[in-house]
């Protein structure tokens, strides 16, 4: 018999750790349903109390779960099961629902400052900071508010941040809006609006690449976002990165066919790439001023698209340059290196240059790209 290689062990050992795991889970499950039968189909609360707590010193959260939401049928009035569910789902990082929970046993026990002092610090990790700041003033007000003033003064300064960015947001002021949303966001946990909100202050100043990493974010904890993937896969097209920004507008299109964002944006795509391909066809097949009116069509889709336009231009420079019109490949060569100065750019011109036998201008152009390579 062949022996077992190292890896081999590892993963049969992993294996049967998963199986034994799971048979564990059964078997407790199973032990409260049997209970249940026996005693004529009641468990008592405490017992499902019981069961939560070895699920949860075990970290088997669904488990756990599971049994404070049967303690909670069984005794819908005790605060303690609410409180219990919220330290599950707290764990989870479902803090939606641990939100929820608390509330609850909020509710169930108005005066345990536990649980008012819990959902305070939930609601600012949540972004509900105005709400944290009103919880908190109910602690004072049944005099159970000492040794929080540090949480109570954070509460305050990221509702004022948030005041401060959704204000500065509403006037179109992007920049102080991201000063603000970083200083708030700061604080939080998991507030996907306002996460939301700073990354189309990103787009507005440009800054895709953070605009990307935000909504990713947000993807991350809520996959079913259709308008994170919208403004994700517009990041992405204004970066050039096309086929990746064509994924994310069908995923949201997966989501919901009809959504108006993700269908223009995955059509808009599609019709420059239609265009830009005729022109690259017509340039191979030697029709250069075809290949022009292509290239030209699909630029003013959208001008500003800079991240098509440049490279498309230089396209539009050889072409030029084949047909023979010099001039005009030089002055499309100057309005690429005019708009940004490159490497790319500057050969283009010194090529063209060349190609109308105007060799001192090329020699300064070329030693101005060797400068700034």
């Known amino acids: 018999m062949a022996k077992m290689s190292h890896q081999g062990i590892v993963r049969r050992l992993a294996a049967m750790s998963i199986m034994c795991l799971a048979a564990m889970d059964q078997s ?60 599950v789902n707290n764990r989870m990082k479902k803090l939606s629902s641990a939100l929820k929970d608390l509330t609850t046993a909020c509710e169930k026990d108005p005066s345990k400052a536990e649980y008012r002092t819990q959902k305070a610090k939930l609601l600012v990790s949540l972004g509900q900071c105005d709400e944290a700041v009103e919880e908190y003033k109910i602690l004072q007000q049944q005099n159970q508010a000492s040794d929080i003033q540090p949480n109570i003064d954070e509460a305050r300064r990221c509702a004022a941040e948030v005041q401060a960015a959704t204000s500065s947001f509403a006037r179109q002021d992007w920049a102080t809006a991201l000063q603000y949303f970083n200083m708030a966001l700061s604080h939080m946990e998991q507030a996907p609006d306002l996460l939301f909100m700073k990354a189309k202050a990103e787009y507005e100043t440009q800054d895709y690449y953070g605009v990307i990493s935000d909504m990713g974010r947000i993807l991350k904890s809520y996959p079913s976002h259709i308008e994170a993937y919208q403004l994700r896969g517009e990041a992405y097209f204004r970066l050039g990165e096309h086929d990746t920004a064509v994924n994310h507008f069908r995923e949201g299109l997966k989501l919901d066919p009809e959504h108006k964002g993700c269908k223009k944006g995955h059509k808009a795509i599609k019709t420059l790439l239609k265009k830009e391909k005729r022109g690259d066809d017509a340039f191979q097949a030697g029709q250069y001023k075809e290949a022009i009116d292509h290239w030209w069509a699909a630029m003013n889709l959208d001008i500003s698209h800079l991240a098509f336009v440049r490279p498309a231009l230089l396209k539009v420079v050889k072409a030029h340059t084949k047909l023979g019109e010099h001039d005009k490949a030089i002055e499309e060569a100057h309005k690429h290196v005019n708009n940004m100065e490159s490497v790319e750019g500057l050969h283009a011109l010194g090529d063209a240059q060349i190609a109308a036998d105007k060799f001192d201008e090329a020699v300064r152009t070329f030693h101005r790209a060797f400068e700034i390579a």
């Open 28 to 87: 407790h499950i199973a032990a409260a349903q049997e209970e249940k039968r026996r005693d004529g189909g009641s468990v008592s609360a405490g017992r499902y109390r019981y069961l939560g707590e070895e699920a949860w010193m075990e970290r088997r959260y669904d488990d756990a779960a599971l049994f404070y939401t049967r303690a909670a049928e069984v005794e819908p009035d005790n605060a303690l099961n609410y409180y219990k569910l919220f330290r």
